[in-house]
């Protein structure tokens, strides 16, 4: 029998992540190790796992050191991770007069501190070929800066991109590939009603940018159409 290609995907309750882990689940010769930070409430990924038979439903709040160190230990019968999805992410639009420590702590410890230390205690799953992806955003661009919408989510994204970058060039030898994406602005509670783009699409195009992955863009910032984003 075939050997099932396993992906990981944070935040797989709803939104991006979701619509990835279902896309994913749903292929033939994947499997999907989907987390959520209450597992008990993630109805559609309890559907999707009956549905497939192809989805492992694990908690992991991204946040917290002793959830990810949980979290990791209970992954000793996975051999591979294939695809390493970072997704789960909070916003934090604050402005200059609202700012505070507690404001900054909690969305770079989702944002960024949370996708660091997974990676450091999932590391010893990834092997030749495996891709890390992380889901980032045009408003972690410093060229694509435009002023608006407040300080945390931003500046939480251009960390990312730099922890991103940093490890392309620390993995490249080792065959691992990273990859960040933009999703696009997709109607999810963090991209909100109105916004353009239905997460099929998003999601889609993002899949198609980790299956077309080559090592052209490996450590680059892409969109979900394709197109280089500027750092
Ligand atoms: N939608 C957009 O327009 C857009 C644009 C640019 C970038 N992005 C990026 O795309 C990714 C997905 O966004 P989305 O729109 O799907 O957001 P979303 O609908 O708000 O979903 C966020 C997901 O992250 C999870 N999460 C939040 N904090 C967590 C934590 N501490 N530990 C584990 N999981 C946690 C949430 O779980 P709970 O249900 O438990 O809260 C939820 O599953 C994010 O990285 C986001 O920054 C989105």
Same mark, same amino acid.
């Given at each position: =029998?075939?050997?099932?290609?396993?992906?990981?995907?944070?935040?797989?309750n709803r939104?991006?992540?979701l619509?990835? @882990?279902?896309?994913?689940?749903?292929?033939?010769?994947? &499997?999907?190790?989907?987390?959520a930070?209450d597992p008990q409430t993630a109805t559609e990924l309890h559907d999707l796992a009956v549905?497939?038979?192809?989805?492992?439903l694990?908690?992991?709040?991204?946040?917290?050191? $002793?959830?990810?160190?949980?979290?990791?230990?209970?992954?000793?019968?996975?051999?591979?991770?294939?695809?390493?999805?970072?997704?789960?992410?909070?916003?934090?639009? &604050?402005?200059?007069?609202?700012?505070?420590? @507690?404001?900054?702590?909690?969305?770079? $410890?989702?944002?960024?501190?949370?996708?660091?230390?997974?990676?450091?205690?999932?590391?010893? #799953?990834?092997?030749?070929?495996?891709? %890390?992806?992380?889901?980032?955003?045009?408003?972690?661009? %410093?060229?694509?800066?435009?002023?608006?919408?407040?300080?945390?989510?931003?500046?939480?994204?251009?960390?990312?991109? =730099?922890?991103?970058? &940093?490890?392309?060039?620390?993995?490249?030898?080792?065959?691992?590939?990273?990859?960040?994406?933009?999703?696009?602005?997709?109607?999810?509670?963090?991209?909100?009603?109105?916004?353009?783009?239905?997460?099929?699409?998003?999601?889609?195009?993002?899949?198609? &940018?980790?299956?077309?992955?080559?090592?052209?863009?490996?450590?680059?910032?892409?969109?979900?159409?394709? #197109?280089?984003?500027?750092?």
């Amino acid at each position: =029998m075939a050997t099932l290609r396993t992906v990981l995907v944070t935040g797989a309750n709803r939104g991006l992540g979701l619509g990835l @882990a279902t896309r994913l689940a749903r292929r033939e010769g994947y &499997q999907v190790i989907a987390t959520a930070r209450d597992p008990q409430t993630a109805t559609e990924l309890h559907d999707l796992a009956v549905e497939t038979g192809r989805v492992r439903l694990e908690q992991l709040d991204v946040s917290l050191e $002793e959830s990810i160190v949980r979290f990791a230990g209970r992954l000793g019968d996975v051999d591979r991770i294939d695809v390493l999805i970072h997704n789960a992410a909070i916003t934090g639009y &604050q402005e200059l007069g609202e700012l505070s420590i @507690a404001a900054f702590s909690t969305v770079f $410890e989702t944002n960024v501190f949370g996708p660091a230390v997974l990676t450091r205690h999932v590391r010893s #799953k990834l092997g030749r070929g495996s891709l %890390i992806v992380l889901l980032s955003s045009f408003t972690g661009s %410093i060229a694509g800066t435009d002023g608006r919408i407040g300080f945390p989510y931003r500046m939480s994204k251009a960390a990312l991109n =730099m922890f991103a970058r &940093q490890l392309s060039i620390q993995l490249r030898d080792e065959g691992i590939g990273v990859l960040l994406l933009r999703p696009g602005n997709a109607k999810t509670r963090m991209g909100g009603a109105d916004a353009p783009l239905a997460v099929a699409t998003s999601v889609d195009g993002m899949l198609g &940018q980790i299956d077309n992955f080559s090592p052209a863009v490996h450590g680059e910032f892409v969109g979900y159409d394709g #197109k280089i984003v500027p750092w």
